[in-house]
């Protein structure tokens, strides 16, 4: 919204700064999982991350105050059983 009401390099661009926050954000999250990597095998470490799909329907309730139905919470309770099932069958080193 910032860069349509902001044409222009500079200030759609450069002065955004909700873009600079999503991208420091985002290098943190990086560096986090490639930490997280130096501990455990990729094969343990990757089923959680489809906990993404939990938290930001989640977050958007809480932020947004938008309701989830009942096939959603139903959706979430298979989806955490699964990454359960799956990280839950390797060890780590």
Same mark, same amino acid.
């Given at each position: 919204?910032?860069?349509?009401?902001? /044409?222009?390099? $500079?200030?759609?661009?450069?002065?955004?700064?909700?873009?600079?926050?999503? #991208?420091?954000?985002?290098?943190? $999250?990086?560096?986090?999982?490639?930490? $997280?990597?130096?501990?455990? /095998?990729?094969?343990?470490?990757?089923?959680? !991350?489809? #906990?993404?799909?939990?938290? !930001? /329907? #989640?977050?958007?309730?809480?932020?947004?105050?938008?309701?989830?139905?009942?096939?959603?919470?139903?959706?979430?309770? &298979? #989806? !955490?059983?699964? &990454?359960?099932? $799956?990280?839950?069958?390797?060890?780590?080193?």
């Amino acid at each position: 919204m910032h860069a349509l009401a902001n /044409p222009g390099l $500079s200030e759609g661009f450069i002065w955004n700064a909700a873009m600079w926050l999503g #991208l420091v954000a985002s290098a943190m $999250s990086m560096a986090c999982w490639l930490g $997280s990597l130096r501990d455990l /095998p990729l094969s343990s470490a990757y089923p959680w !991350t489809a #906990l993404i799909y939990i938290f !930001t /329907p #989640l977050a958007s309730t809480v932020i947004f105050d938008e309701s989830l139905g009942q096939r959603y919470y139903v959706g979430m309770a &298979i #989806l !955490t059983i699964g &990454i359960f099932l $799956s990280a839950g069958g390797v060890r780590a080193k």
